[in-house]
C-alpha cells in the first residue's frame, strides 16, 4: 500500500522538555487516521513538524514523499492543514473567502469561483454562503475551514481538534463530512483529538499517544486485542430450563457449558447457577443463542460488550 506520511524516529524537544519521543508512525494513502491523546501529548508538536512548521531534534519525516524540513513550501501545497481555531477575513461573505484563498494559491478565477461553489454545497453551507464569515456560528466556520483547505486540492488534510465547539448535530455532520472525503476522493486524514467517540467512530487506524510516545497503534480491533489478551467480546446472560416438551430434552448445564466452549472463537466460558460469561475474540451471540435454545434451555438476558476505545484508553492510564 502506498505510504503517505512516513516518520522515523521523530523527536523534538523544548529544552530539557522531550515534547515528541522517538515517533515512528506510517499512514497509508486514503486512510483516516486517528492521533488520539490528551492535552499535552505532543500532537500539535507532530503535526507542526510534518508541516515543516518546526524542526525536528532529530529522526525525519515524509509527507508524500517530501521532507518538510527540506522543503517546506512544496509541503504546504500538498497538505491542507485545519488549525483548533481557523480565522478569516470576517467581513468578507464564506463564498469571498473560499475564493480569496483559491487565488492565494494561483487558482484562476472562475475556477476559483466554480471550486468555491462546490465545495459550500459539499460542506453544506449552500445556503449561508453570501454571509460574513463573522455572523458564522463555530460549527459553520470549521465547516468552511474544511473548504478553505479542500480548495488547493490536497493529497492529505490534517485535522488539529477539528470539533472542539461545535454542538453534536454539528460533529456528527463534520465527521461524515471527513468520511465521505476520504472514500470518495481518496483524501488522507490525520485527525487530531482527545475526543475517543469521535475517533473512534471515523478513523481506520488509531494511534495513542502518551507524553511524547506513541503507546500503540493499529485499528480499534487490533488495539483491545493487544490489551485484553484476543478476547475483546464478553457475552453474558441468563438460562432457564424449557418446560414445554418436557424437562427430559434440557441437556445439564456441564454439558451445555461444553458445547458453548466448542463454538469458534470462544476461549472461555464460565457459570455461576444460571448465569453465564463467555469471553471470545469475536462476536459469537448468534451462536451462543442458537447453542443455548438446542440444550432445551431459553434465555432470560443476554448482553454483550465489545472493548471500544475508551476500554483502550483508560487501561493505558490505569
Ligand atoms: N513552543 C513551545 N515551547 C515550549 N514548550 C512547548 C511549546 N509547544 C508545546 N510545548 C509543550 O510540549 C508539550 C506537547 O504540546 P502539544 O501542543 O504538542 O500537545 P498536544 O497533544 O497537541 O496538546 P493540546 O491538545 O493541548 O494542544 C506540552 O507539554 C507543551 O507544553
Redesign the pocket.
Known amino acids: 500500500m502506498e505510504k503517505i506520511i512516513e516518520v522515523e524516529g521523530l523527536t523534538k524537544k523544548?529544552g530539557d522538555?522531550t515534547?515528541v519521543d522517538n515517533l515512528n508512525l506510517s499512514i497509508a494513502k486514503g486512510e483516516v487516521f486517528g492521533l488520539l491523546?490528551p492535552?499535552?501529548?505532543?500532537?500539535?508538536?507532530t503535526i507542526l513538524m510534518l508541516l515543516g512548521l518546526t524542526e525536528p531534534n532529530s529522526g525525519r519525516a515524509k509527507v508524500c514523499g517530501i521532507d518538510p524540513v527540506q522543503s517546506p513550501i512544496s509541503v504546504k501545497k500538498k497538505v491542507g492543514y485545519l488549525p483548533e481555531d481557523v480565522g478569516f477575513y470576517e467581513d468578507l461573505t464564506g463564498f469571498d473567502n473560499l475564493v480569496y484563498t483559491a487565488r492565494l494559491n494561483n487558482i484562476p478565477q472562475d475556477q476559483a469561483e466554480q471550486k468555491a461553489n462546490e465545495l459550500l454545497e459539499k460542506i453544506g453551507l449552500g445556503k449561508e454562503k453570501f454571509k460574513k464569515t463573522g455572523k458564522y456560528s463555530r460549527g459553520m466556520r470549521q465547516r468552511l475551514g474544511l473548504a478553505d483547505v479542500l480548495i488547493k486540492n490536497p493529497e492529505v488534510i490534517i485535522l488539529d481538534?477539528p470539533t472542539l465547539g461545535i454542538d453534536p448535530t454539528g460533529v456528527k455532520a463534520f465527521l461524515q463530512l471527513i468520511v465521505k472525503l476520504s472514500r470518495e476522493d481518496g483524501i488522507t486524514v490525520l485527525f487530531s483529538s482527545?475526543l475517543l467517540h469521535q475517533v473512534q467512530q471515523v478513523c481506520d487506524r488509531v494511534g495513542i499517544f502518551v507524553e511524547g510516545k506513541l503507546l500503540a497503534q493499529g485499528n480499534i480491533k487490533d488495539l483491545s486485542a493487544q490489551l485484553f489478551s484476543t478476547n475483546s467480546f464478553v457475552v453474558q446472560g441468563g438460562i432457564k430450563p424449557l418446560k414445554l416438551n418436557g424437562s427430559e430434552n434440557t441437556v445439564p448445564v456441564e454439558k451445555l457449558s461444553d458445547r458453548l466452549k466448542a463454538i469458534p472463537g470462544v476461549a472461555q466460558v464460565s457459570f455461576d447457577d444460571q448465569k453465564f460469561e463467555i469471553q471470545a475474540e469475536q462476536d459469537v451471540t448468534h451462536m451462543v443463542s442458537q447453542a443455548i435454545v438446542q440444550a432445551g434451555y431459553g434465555l432470560t438476558f443476554l448482553s454483550k460488550k465489545e472493548f471500544g476505545l475508551d476500554d483502550i484508553y483508560s487501561r493505558y492510564f490505569q
Open positions: 523544548y522538555y515534547a491523546g492535552n499535552g501529548a505532543g500532537k500539535s508538536t481538534e482527545h
